[in-house]
């Protein structure tokens, strides 16, 4: 119980700091934010609780493909916000697009035989 505690407590920590560096450095925040902590904590949890190399070693894998189409929402929305779209539209359309992204990536890969 103390690990999910943990894990709750560090995610929410990250959160906090991105969004508060935000209100007084947007490029600071975002340094904080593109790091793969996410992915680091979980290597990190996987390790702690006994998770062998390989299956480590697959997830970060099967991450690094999977950062591709996550780009389409950092390129989309920034454009949409400054042809004036609304934000919630603009988050909105970003999201849908790179979730269309994701599952157009996860067949390319199946078809090309690579297990991500």
């Given at each position: 119980?103390?690990?999910?505690?943990?894990?709750?407590?560090?995610?929410?920590?990250?959160?906090?700091?991105?969004s508060?560096?935000?209100k007084?450095?947007?490029?600071?925040?975002?340094?904080?934010?593109?790091?793969?902590?996410?992915?680091?904590i979980?290597?990190?949890?996987?390790?702690?609780?006994g998770a062998?190399?390989e299956?480590?070693?697959?997830?970060?894998?099967?991450?690094?493909?999977?950062?591709?189409?996550?780009?389409?929402?950092?390129?989309?929305?920034?454009?949409?916000?400054?042809?004036g779209?609304?934000?919630?539209?603009?988050?909105?359309?970003?999201?849908?697009?790179?979730?269309?992204?994701?599952?157009?990536?996860?067949?390319?890969?199946r078809?090309?035989?690579?297990?991500?």
């Amino acid at each position: 119980m103390w690990q999910y505690t943990a894990k709750l407590l560090v995610s929410a920590t990250v959160i906090v700091i991105v969004s508060e560096l935000a209100k007084r450095n947007s490029m600071v925040a975002a340094l904080v934010a593109a790091l793969p902590l996410t992915s680091l904590i979980a290597f990190v949890w996987l390790h702690v609780e006994g998770a062998e190399s390989e299956r480590i070693a697959a997830l970060s894998g099967q991450i690094g493909w999977l950062v591709l189409p996550s780009l389409v929402l950092f390129i989309l929305l920034p454009v949409l916000l400054r042809q004036g779209f609304g934000f919630w539209f603009s988050l909105a359309s970003a999201s849908l697009v790179t979730g269309l992204s994701y599952g157009g990536l996860l067949v390319l890969l199946r078809r090309l035989g690579v297990h991500a």
